[in-house]
Structures are given as C-alpha cells and as structure tokens.
C-alpha cells in the first residue's frame, strides 16, 4: 500500500524548532521529488520547501535560512528541520511526492501524507 505518513507536529514558543518526519511505504523516495507544504486558517495551500529527485532545493523566501531537509534512504524517510519559528508559521504541514526531476513547488503531486498540525504560540 503506497502511503505517506507524517509525524512530529506540535505546539512550541517562538524561536524554537520541531522536526517534521514523512515516512514512505510502497515505494522509495529515492526516485521521488519531494515536497514539503502548508495550509494555514483561511489561507491556500503554499510550497514551503521542495527537493527535486536530483537533491535541488527551493525554499519558499519565507522559511529560507529556517528550515532545511533532509532524507534517509535506509529509513525510507524525509525531514523537515523547522527552526526559528514564527507564528505565522502555525499550520498542517503536508508532505507529498511526485515522479520525475524540475525546480519548485508548482507540479502534480502523486502522493499526499494526511498532515500534522504545527502551531507556534507562546
């Protein structure tokens, strides 16, 4: 069964940092572009971080310098390193995965995890 599958969410005070894990099963991220996004309250759904299958990154202007990721193939896993948060970054973070290469966000996406709440508030 192909599902993705996020964890780590949570409630933390400004400035502090929580890491996001996606785990994969029914296929290998390996040969997956990979991306990482939210959904605030009343807002659209944005691209906050996305790898190509290639390792090439965008980052949202938003969350650069904040947050970064990473994979661990043996764990078939992706992770959103999320630091110096902010408020404004309170939201379901989602992950997703979609075939092939290309820069960005902007693409169909195969796969959807089912979200995990982040919520930044002192």
């Known amino acids: 069964q192909v599902q993705l599958v996020e964890s780590g969410g949570g409630l933390v005070q400004p400035g502090g940092s929580l890491r996001l894990s996606c785990a994969a099963s029914g296929f290998s991220l390996d040969y997956y572009s990979i991306g990482w996004f939210r959904q605030a309250p009343g807002k659209e759904r944005e691209g906050v971080l996305c790898m190509s299958v290639r390792g090439i990154i965008y980052y949202a202007d938003s969350v650069k310098g904040r947050f970064t990721i990473s994979r661990d193939s043996a764990r078939n896993t992706v992770y959103l390193q999320m630091d110096s948060l902010k408020p404004e970054d309170t939201a379901v973070y989602y992950c997703?995965?979609?075939?092939?290469?290309?820069?960005?966000?902007?693409?169909?996406?195969?796969?959807w995890g089912q979200g995990t709440q982040v919520t930044v508030s002192s």
């Open positions: 997703a995965a979609r075939r092939g290469s290309g820069y960005g966000c902007s693409y169909e996406y195969d796969y």
